[in-house]
């Protein structure tokens, strides 16, 4: 009998508990809700295996405030840490949040040595960064979850804009995580067709602009939390490309060496995804102005990251 795969989700808040949804519902596996907060992820986990006869999925749904039962896990999803509130940019979250993953990483991997890491925790380049360091993992087992939410936003804003299904908009995103991420207009097509063809000039820098403050947008409106339905179905699509050796092309917060001339850092890149986790970064030719602004977001990368190196005593 094969045995199923195992996802363990780290915090059990909104993204969390999202994740374990999408997880179960897609039946990618068995699904082990981790959180420190008693009774929380017990009772999310117990409310959501109750909703599999209705919908039909069957998973093995624990909730649990140690790690003892998330050993052996094939894939653990971290979305632990303090959400963005209005007003308060992923920078802010730095000093809190590098203590926080570095915790949780480290009970993690005690316990399933084998695993492979997707970060979702903000800043989100300086914590897989951290993620990295902390497991003591090879670089192509650790990533972070940022790229297909951010491509996922940019898709959206061009469906809304076009009126056209979503299914029909390729698109690409590289950089960091946050307002200077890198939205790729020469690589972003409806079915095959340039949306440089379909879209004005002027429209589609204010839906690059959208996509940036994408985040924000709705840290703003909800006033009391960040987004989570998108995050979760993001690092789901992730963990079903892993799980499944679907070796699909993703954008993803990657390591990068010798790849784009990065030199050591996790940035968003599209890469293929498979049983191995990162299987190999995609590089693709950029314009002056792309290149100058992947730059830009590279530099505040390794700012946040030689902050958090500083933080974990490196």
């Known amino acids: ?11 059990a808040g909104n993204v969390g508990a999202t994740c374990a949804h999408w997880a179960a519902a897609k039946e990618l596996g068995d699904v082990v809700l981790v959180d420190i907060v008693e009774g929380l992820p017990q009772g999310k986990a117990l409310d959501l295996r109750q909703a599999s006869p209705i919908e039909g999925f069957d998973s093995d749904i624990i909730g649990t405030n140690t790690y003892e039962p998330t050993a052996d896990s094939d894939v653990i999803i971290i979305t632990s840490g303090l959400a963005r509130k209005p007003g308060m940019s992923r920078d802010d979250l730095l000093a809190k949040n590098v203590q926080i993953v570095k915790e949780v990483t480290q009970q993690a991997v005690r316990h399933s040595p084998n695993a492979i890491l997707i970060v979702v925790s903000n800043p989100l380049d300086a914590m897989v960064y951290t993620a990295w360091k902390v497991s003591g993992f090879p670089a192509h087992r650790v990533m972070g979850q940022a790229g297909v939410l951010d491509t996922a936003r940019y898709r959206t804003f061009i469906a809304m804009e076009l009126g056209c299904s979503v299914e029909d908009i390729q698109a690409l ?11 790729l207009p020469s690589y972003t097509s409806v079915s095959g067709i340039p949306v440089t063809s379909l879209i004005p000039r002027d429209r589609l820098d204010a839906i690059v602009e959208r996509t940036r403050k994408g985040g924000g947008e709705i840290v703003n409106l909800l006033k009391t939390g960040s987004a989570y339905y998108a995050p979760a179905a993001a690092s789901v699509q992730m963990a079903e490309a892993i799980i499944k050796d679907k070796r699909r092309i993703l954008p993803v917060a990657a ?8 030199g050591g850092y ?20 950029l314009s002056d102005e792309e290149r100058a602004a992947f730059n830009v977001s590279i530099g505040h990368v390794k700012e946040l990251v030689a902050q958090a190196e500083k933080m974990l005593g490196q």
């Open 255 to 262: 390591y990068c060496d010798k790849e784009y001339g990065i």
């Open 1 to 11: 009998m094969t045995k199923r795969a195992k996802i363990t989700v780290i915090g």
């Open 173 to 183: 995103l590289l950089g960091g995580h946050g307002d200077d991420m890198v939205p």
């Open 266 to 285: 996790f940035v968003g890149v599209p890469a293929m995804l498979g049983r191995n986790g990162v299987e190999k970064v995609l590089e693709v030719p």
